[in-house]
């Protein structure tokens, strides 16, 4: 039986979930975490995936059922190693796991593989999309069926070598006195498979309108990036990096400003956190990651889930992972 606040799953290591009511069940999209005692440095070589698995529940107390692996680096011909944070979509009567990798040249991009099956196995398509860059991509479908792609990820996911359009290897991220980057969002064409238009930042602000500053680590933008919509108003949530937290800013629009409004996740055993929100039968789950399993191994991580409250006023309730 799956239990909140637990692993879901205990014989691979997983990370990074994406979850999804497809066909009525919950589906998770995680990354999947290889045991391995390489070195770990700033630009996230630990992140070694090569594979994903899907997961799924029929019900938040159900065993959760592994589908194995469904697609592999090997099979993606523009990717040349770390398969990174994961998303799905269903659109055209086809599912879309939207992920990425690095390329040949060692830069982080952004492909689409598809299924007719929400388990997968998915077939990638042959180049990543183009005009994609860094990590981190999550799907949103609004009600007018648009689609748009949030992504992004400061120091191992390379949003910072972007600011000039380019690739810059030697860029660095703003001054701590400086707006910080913001996530990328993009429409997604009718097909799920290019961008619709070139990428733009997303704005975040605090309640008096000013940019939420590089240095103000506790709010800013670092990386995993995830849009929800609860009472007609978009929720961009995302984590801090440095501070460990999961937080989240509101917007009557999908492509912001987002006003800043505070933090959803306590910081969890383990350097990353990352999550996804989903609403299923009636009830909203935060679903995260911790390395309590792996005994606080980073790259070791365990997809986790809990029910996520909502104040009256909008506002949620912020989440200790580890409650007495
Ligand atoms: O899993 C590799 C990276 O770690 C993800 O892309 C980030 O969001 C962080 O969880």
């Not at 065993?63 to 090997?74: M, N, Q, R």
Request: proline share 8%.
């Amino acid at each position: 039986m799956t239990k909140p606040n637990k692993p879901i799953v205990t014989h691979i290591y997983t990370a990074d979930p994406s979850a999804h009511v497809f066909e009525g069940k919950l589906y998770i999209y995680p990354s999947h975490d290889l045991e391995h005692d390489r070195p770990s440095n700033d630009n996230g070589d630990q992140y070694a995936m090569e594979d994903y698995h899907v997961l799924s529940m029929d019900d938040v107390s159900a065993a959760c059922e592994d589908h194995g692996e469904v697609l592999h680096v090997k099979d993606i011909p523009w990717a040349s190693k770390q398969l990174w944070a994961p998303d799905a979509a269903y659109k055209n009567g086809k599912y879309y796991l939207v992920f990425p990798a690095r390329d040949h040249e060692n830069i982080f991009r952004i492909g689409v593989a598809t299924s007719s099956s929400p388990a997968g196995p998915f077939k990638a398509e042959d180049n990543y999309i183009p005009g994609s860059f860094s990590i981190d991509p999550a799907v949103f479908i609004d009600n007018d069926e648009k689609a748009y792609v949030y992504f992004g990820g400061l120091w191992g996911g390379q949003l910072e070598k972007w600011q000039t359009g380019s690739f810059n290897p030697d860029a660095e991220g703003p001054a701590p006195t400086e707006p910080a980057l913001g996530p990328q969002v993009a429409e997604l064409s009718e097909d799920m498979l290019t961008f619709k238009e070139e990428p733009k930042e997303i704005s975040i602000v605090d309640e008096d309108g000013h940019p939420i500053l590089a240095g103000d680590e506790d709010r800013r933008f670092f990386e995993g990036p995830w849009v929800h919509q609860y009472n007609g108003l978009y929720y961009l949530s995302y984590s801090t990096g440095t501070t460990h937290k999961i937080v989240y800013a509101v917007s009557e629009n999908p492509l912001g400003p987002f006003v800043f409004k505070g933090t959803i996740l306590k910081p969890v055993i383990g350097w990353t956190t990352h999550h996804s929100i989903v609403e299923f039968k009636g009830k909203w789950y935060l679903f995260y990651h911790d390395s309590s399993l792996s005994k606080g191994l980073n790259h070791q991580r365990s997809v986790k889930f809990t029910e996520l409250t909502y104040n009256e006023d909008g506002t949620i309730q912020t989440i200790d992972p580890y409650p007495e």
